[in-house]
């Protein structure tokens, strides 16, 4: 699958054969739906087990809550309800019966289910029923959990019409509490994209146009990919009493009084899986950082002369039991000995496009000379993509190795994205003529970007997102380390706007 070229030429139809070459996911039967296959899957679970291990951290416990929620919880939240209800998909039947040769549904429900697109609602409802002191408090709760939004324009882990996701949901005695709470596990998530999936961010907030409905602040974190285009990787919610009052969750304070309680919601989702490919990808397939990848170092056996087959398939065998000795980011190294029968150069093709980051063959003349000989997939087409070494100095050292195609995956993306935010746009014109050129790949042999992200001024007038829609543009955030200066709105070209904001096209 030729994948040369096509960043630049076409980078959605990169998108998308990058997910095919390396086997990740393929389109459903069910429409607007995904199948996530064995290495994507195993890349979420990765993603899963280290953002669990995080969650846990902060003293909060899973749970699960139901599929369906009646449809009577969402109408007690107007806000909420509005900014979710053309993706709500609805249960208005229960059983089949057959007429006329044909299925159909046979028995109206006495109130329509939504399938869960967000949990808040009916997690409200059971805070109401747990909390009753301010002795209940906090309650610190997270569910792993699939989602259903009706997505009209559907595309492999970026949007989809189920995905997964965690939803962390809590509940606090104060105002201070709940919003520090929701600043923590955006920390969080920043932890798990730079130090875990490599894939540098920038904090802020949403402007009160794009908060979460029903939120009183939504925080976010913003990632760049290599067309320039922004993805967001998490969000969290301070959700104030909002939910609290449509769900009645009251407690008696510490001045014997009663009060509703303030909460938050958070989550990360699959989509989290899209950015790693727009991060990391090249023209050869995917490229996984080490500590995500569910298989790091991979032992291809090549056998030119049968005979020597027993005693290459032991040495490589021995190899990887060596290696899956080693410790690397506090967990075993994971090695797969590929020993399938299939030609050795498509094994090592194969596990080129999947990304895994160490690719080790082994031969008659390796054993002759106790060596190895690795491939290191981020050097491909560069010198240190083929290298040969001592057996026992490659297994001493194999930890080391991953930390340091770790440590260059996250160089390699925060260069990117700490030379592509324009700050030198002052005037609405200059800002216009900028975003005119629709070439946005950045990483296109060297040339100079067209178009990313800008950092800017905003007068916060909400008659300017007009302009915005024209310009096929958003306002990704507002980011925490404001500058405190005025200047041109790049919007409105109204002077003394004091906010800084990051413009961007965005997924």
């Known amino acids: 699958m030729a994948l040369k070229n096509l960043r630049e030429n076409s980078y959605p139809d990169w998108y998308q054969n990058v997910v095919a070459a390396a086997d990740m996911a393929e389109v459903s039967s069910s429409p607007g739906c995904m199948v996530i296959k064995p290495w994507g899957y195993g890349i ?20 699960y809550f139901p599929l369906f929620i009646p449809l009577s919880y969402f109408q007690k939240e107007a806000e909420h309800v509005e900014g979710f209800a053309k993706e709500m998909a609805i249960v208005t ?11 159909v549904p046979a028995s109206p429900l006495d109130e329509p289910l939504i399938v869960r697109p967000t949990s808040e609602t009916i997690i409200a409802d059971s805070f109401s029923k747990w909390v009753h002191s301010y002795r209940d408090l906090p309650v610190l709760i997270n569910q792993w959990a699939n989602v259903v939004r009706w997505e ?15 939803e962390g949901h809590t509940a606090h005695a104060t105002f201070d509490e709940a919003e520090k709470e929701a600043e923590t596990m955006l920390n969080v998530y920043e932890d798990l994209c730079v130090n875990d999936m490599a894939m540098p961010v920038i904090k802020g907030k949403k402007p009160e146009y794009d908060k979460f409905p029903g939120a009183v602040t939504t925080y976010c974190i913003e990632a760049m990919m290599q067309d320039g285009r922004s993805l967001q990787a998490g969000t969290s919610h301070f959700l104030g009493q909002n ?26 989702s699959t989509r989290l899986i899209g950015g790693l490919i727009m991060t990391h990808a090249d023209d050869e397939g995917m490229c996984v950082p080490p500590k995500l990848a569910p298989q790091q170092v991979i032992i291809i056996p090549i056998i030119k002369d049968k005979s020597k087959a027993a005693e290459i398939t032991a040495y490589a065998e021995k ?39 160490l690719i080790v063959e082994v031969g008659a003349k390796d054993l002759e000379k106790n060596a190895v000989m690795f491939r290191n ?9 083929k290298n040969f070494e001592d057996v026992d100095v490659f297994i001493a050292t194999v930890a080391e190795k991953l930390q340091t195609i770790q440590d260059e995956m996250l160089a390699r993306a925060k260069a990117r994205l700490d030379g592509n935010i324009v700050t030198d746009i002052k005037t609405a014109a200059e800002f216009e003529a900028y975003f005119a050129n629709n070439n946005v790949y950045l990483d296109n042999g060297g040339k100079a970007p067209k178009v990313a992200f800008v950092r800017g001024k905003w007068c916060g007038d909400e008659a300017t997102l007009d302009k915005l829609k024209e310009m096929r543009l958003t306002i990704r955030c507002i980011p925490f380390d404001q500058s405190g200066s005025e ?21």
């Open 319 to 357: 190899l990887r039991d060596a290696l899956k000795s080693q410790i690397f980011a506090g967990e075993k190294v994971r090695v797969r000995f590929d020993n399938r029968p299939k030609e050795a150069v498509d094994k090592m093709w194969e596990w080129t496009r999947k990304g895994a980051p």
């Open 44 to 63: 979420w679970e990765r993603i899963q087990r280290m953002l669990d291990e995080k969650i846990k951290e902060t003293n909060h416990e899973n749970c």
């Open 152 to 166: 009209m324009r559907p595309r492999l882990f970026l949007r989809t019409r189920e995905f997964l996701w965690q």
């Open 93 to 103: 039947h229960s059983r089949l019966s057959m007429e006329d040769g044909k299925l």
């Open 243 to 268: 939910f609290a009052k449509s769900a009645d969750i009251k407690f008696i304070n510490t001045n014997n009084e009663p009060e509703y309680a303030y909460t938050t919601s958070w989550g990360v």
């Open 377 to 385: 997939r981020i050097h491909i087409n560069q010198d240190g993509w």
């Open 487 to 507: 200047g041109e709105c790049l919007l409105s070209g109204k002077k003394g706007a004091t906010l800084d904001v990051i413009y961007a096209r965005s997924y």
